[in-house]
């Protein structure tokens, strides 16, 4: 089963997926820091940075999406 996430953060949801069997085809993460470690932990998957301008025909089909949350003490979302 291939998996698409969004808001991937530091890939936890990921890494429980593929300790499942399944393949992370690709992620979505905004932060510099983030896909700093995705790109370590799951060099297979494709890593786009902006969920706003990356389009369907860029993303490979998959059978699960799944979509993090924000970290509320430590996520820049909504500040400022």
């Known amino acids: ?10 890939g936890g949801f ?19 820091f983030c896909r700093a470690v995705l790109a370590d ?8 940075e902006d969920v706003c301008e990356v ?3 860029e993303l490979c ?3 699960l999406i799944c979509g993090g949350f924000p970290c509320q003490d430590l996520s820049v979302a909504g500040a400022g």
């Open 1 to 10: 089963m291939n998996v698409g996430s969004l808001f991937t953060g530091i």
């Open 14 to 32: 990921d890494l429980g997926f593929e300790r499942c069997g399944m393949r992370v085809a690709w992620q979505v993460e905004r932060d510099p």
């Open 41 to 48: 932990r799951f060099p297979e998957a494709e890593c786009f």
């Open 55 to 57: 389009g369907g025909s």
């Open 61 to 63: 089909p998959v059978d």
